[in-house]
T-cell receptor
Framework: GAVVSQHPSWVICKSGTSVKIECRSLDFQATTMFWYRQFPKQSLMLMAT?????????EQGVEKDKFLINHASLTLSTLTVTSAHPEDSSFYIC?????????FGPGTRLTVL | GNSVTQMEGPVTLSEEAFLTINCTYT??????LFWYVQYPGEGLQLLLKATKADDKGSNKGFEATYRKETTSFHLEKGSVQVSDSAVYFCALTKAPAAGNKLTFGGGTRVLVKP
């Protein structure tokens, strides 16, 4: 089946720094990618919808200047957490929509110290 | 807005036991309903789905029936295996207009012991 990868799988950073997370569709083209955030023991919350070549659409309450999303190609979307703070620590998951359906990456655990 | 509520875990079972995970939803119109499974260290995978009332989704011995009258989509499996240990997510979408924009429940961790 289709594979979606995320890199890194986990990252620890200092408060105030920026962190970039990559989401790649390895064997299919994804016109749309979704970014989710998952808190411990809680649901996945949709952050934004990313369409290739256009600006991302953010969900209500998500700061677009803090969570920068770029979908520069049909196989890559990036999420950059700018000026990270401890409250940004979370599990970030992407999903990619291809011709055969919707596929999820394994997630990236971000810890901000 | 749309929401999904599922039973909290963890659910601990012995092998060959019967598994039920309750899921109810709130949505306008006729959403599509899904169950996703997340095995340790892996991404979410679609387990089964149903797109209209009274549809039954099934896969790998799991079943769920779309009950509009009770706004439920409970997941069941008659005889679980250790390999079924995972986190299970109930979800809905107002597709196709929503374009696969999913609303998830909180997830239920299932642990099957030999």
């Amino acid at each position: 089946g289709a594979v979606v990868s995320q890199h890194p799988s986990w990252v620890i950073c200092k408060s105030g720094t920026s962190v970039k997370i990559e989401c790649r569709s390895l064997d299919f083209q994804a016109t749309t990618m979704f970014w989710y955030r998952q808190f411990p023991k809680q649901s996945l919350m949709l952050m934004a919808t990313s369409n290739e070549g256009s600006k991302a659409t953010y969900e209500q309450g998500v700061e677009k200047d803090k969570f920068l999303i770029n979908h520069a190609s049909l196989t890559l979307s990036t999420l950059t957490v700018t000026s990270a703070h401890p409250e940004d620590s979370s599990f970030y998951i992407c999903s990619a929509r291809g011709r055969d359906g919707l596929f999820f990456g394994p997630g990236t655990r971000l810890t901000v110290l | 807005g749309n929401s999904v509520t599922q039973m909290e875990g963890p659910v601990t079972l012995s092998e060959e036991a019967f598994l039920t995970i309750n899921c109810t939803y709130t949505a306008t119109g006729y959403p599509s309903l899904f169950w996703y499974v997340q095995y340790p260290g892996e991404g979410l995978q679609l387990l089964l789905k149903a797109t209209k009332a009274d549809d039954k989704g099934s896969n790998k011995g799991f079943e769920a029936t779309y009950r509009k009258e009770t706004t439920s989509f409970h997941l069941e499996k008659g005889s679980v295996q250790v390999s079924d240990s995972a986190v299970y997510f109930c979800a809905l979408t107002k597709a196709p207009a929503a374009g696969n924009k999913l609303t998830f429940g909180g997830g239920t961790r299932v642990l099957v012991k030999p």
